[in-house]
């Protein structure tokens, strides 16, 4: 049997300790090794159960809740890393001041009935001198590849790790980073990885924010400023659906929309196709309107099928 077991480190917290390769019944349990997680995934295998690995940097929301049910009503056993990963931050991005709250994110995942938390630290994710990195060429070379250099190999090679690590028959991404979801897809394709990659659909606050982990740096009237994204990738995704603009014409005037709106900067607002993300002037196929832009402090990004 697996026991839980309280640490005397962190209230709330349990150690996995497993005999006779059986997983325990119920629960979240919390291991900190990469050791360990293969032993509690290996357990839940033995049982007969497919595994759907979540990844995170913690903060956790309803969008990344969504993901463990996502995985629950596939019938896979939820398994959640929490980990802020270093390598995928610039030196002037905000990596210290990214939010943390561990205990609060064991809570949630408990309660979303997430069976393990993987919660390593640095040195057990990066042990030693590492040599080794992942790119995926091509389609970083636009949109937020060129603004963050180093962020998508910083990814791809952290989510490589976890997925080698946990070994799962799924993972599990947002759509809102819909640029992350389709470096990891090639990724794993181009590498012959034996994952599926699920992408699920951004999960939205009732007036229509996509929900982020960076969403609690906004101040109130920032709050109200940063809804004009997404009611412009609304418009532009109706307007370009139609015919009724090019995509650059419609994509111009949002820009615009959003400079009026209050936004200190636009990055990129654009049509691209849904699978290489290259830039269109109209849309004939499968396509996404996709935004970056910086209010105050904070970086918003979103987007929305064509």
Request: aromatic share 6%; charged share 25%; with cysteine.
């Amino acid at each position: 049997m697996i026991a839980k077991v309280p640490r005397q480190f962190h209230s709330g917290e349990y150690r996995l300790m497993i005999k006779d390769s059986q997983p325990q019944e119920r629960g979240l349990a919390v291991v900190r090794t990469v050791a360990e997680l293969r032993k509690a995934v290996s357990a839940f295998r033995t049982a007969g159960h497919t595994v759907g690995l979540v990844p995170t940097m913690g903060a956790l929301h309803e969008g990344h809740v969504s993901l463990v049910k996502g995985a629950l009503e596939r019938g896979d056993v939820p398994v959640t890393s929490i980990f802020v990963n270093p390598t995928q931050f610039g030196p002037k991005e905000d990596f210290s001041a990214y939010p943390r709250d561990e205990e609060g994110d064991f809570d949630k995942l408990r309660d979303a009935g997430c069976r393990i938390a993987f919660a390593p630290s640095k040195e057990e994710m990066y042990p030693g001198e590492q040599l080794t990195t992942v790119t995926v060429a091509g389609i970083t070379d636009g949109l937020c590849g060129p603004l963050r250099p180093g962020h998508f190999q910083g990814v791809a090679t952290v989510v490589s790790k976890l997925l080698l690590m946990a070994m799962p028959d799924r993972a599990y991404f947002g759509e809102k980073d819909y640029q992350q979801l389709q470096v990891i897809k090639r990724m794993v394709r181009d590498l012959a990885m034996p994952f599926e990659i699920v992408g699920m659909p951004t999960v939205r606050e009732r007036d229509g924010l996509a929900m982020s982990s960076r969403n609690r740096y906004l101040s109130t009237e920032e709050r109200t400023k940063a809804l004009v994204m997404y009611k412009q990738l609304v418009k532009v995704a109706d307007t370009v659906r139609d015919g009724t603009k090019s995509c650059t014409e419609a994509t111009a005037a949002a820009s615009q929309a959003l400079r009026d709106g209050g936004f200190d900067i636009v990055e990129y607002f654009t049509v691209v196709d849904a699978d290489r993300l290259k830039p269109l002037e109209h849309v004939s196929g499968p396509a996404r309107v996709i935004a970056a832009a910086r209010l105050g402090r904070t970086r918003l990004i979103d987007n929305l099928a064509v």
